[in-house]
């Protein structure tokens, strides 16, 4: 146990020693409710701008650390006391620590959305397809794709006699917030809006 205390403290290790006592003590804030896991918003473009952004940064730097900590470790105990080696241990464990940390953040992406929260605004402009028999100024429904790919029915409301069936191709042209519907024209209709 001695070994270890004395190399976690000897250089290079110690730098990340004191790092990850850090990254602990921050992540015991989080968990109590402290803290925003979230990040910094200058730290998050500063990732970004060398290539390890779309993931928080605390969790980005917590994996580098970690890592880094690890790999200083070791080589400490395999290449031994040398001025140059040392050196050379802290930044292969920087890098180690980099790598692994870039590999890990793209699984991890899927976890922290970065995309705005989306908005039945977001239809406006789509095409969608009638599901009901009938679109009048009170009825209606139609499945329209959002552009993750997933799918809606949404309430439908037309203004004009156009006649819409089940199949019918539509474009919606607005959203009403108070009734919480779509207001939709004939898709031929804006295709020959279009060429004029």
């Known amino acids: ?13 110690v730098v990340f020693t004191v790092l990850l006592a850090v990254v602990v003590c921050y992540w015991i804030l989080v968990l109590a409710g402290g803290l925003d896991p979230d990040g910094d918003g200058w730290l998050d473009g500063a990732l970004d701008r060398i290539g390890l952004g779309g993931t928080p940064a605390t969790v980005v ?22 001025a140059l ?5 802290l930044i292969v464990s920087i890098a180690l620590g980099a790598l692994v940390a870039n590999q890990l953040r793209r699984p991890l992406r899927r976890f922290f959305p970065t995309a705005p929260e989306a908005s039945r605004h977001d239809f406006v402009g789509r095409e969608c397809v009638i599901r009901t028999g009938r679109v009048a100024i009170d009825f209606g429904q139609a499945e329209v794709h959002a552009a993750d790919g997933s799918s809606a029915i949404v309430q439908v409301r037309q203004t004009g006699a156009d006649t819409f069936a089940a199949g019918t191709r539509a474009v919606i042209y607005d959203y009403d917030s108070a009734g919480e519907f779509f207001w939709v024209v004939p898709a031929d209709l804006s295709d020959r809006t279009k060429d004029r």
Do not use: K
Not at 65 to 71: D, H, L, N
Not at 85 to 89: D, G, I, K, Q, Y
């Open 85 to 89: 080696l040392e050196t050379l241990v």
């Open 61 to 82: 730097l917590s994996i580098v650390v970690a890592v880094a900590w690890f790999a200083s470790l070791v080589g400490s105990v395999l290449l031994g006391d040398h």
């Open 1 to 13: 146990m001695g070994d270890f205390i004395d190399t976690a403290l000897g250089f290079p290790a």
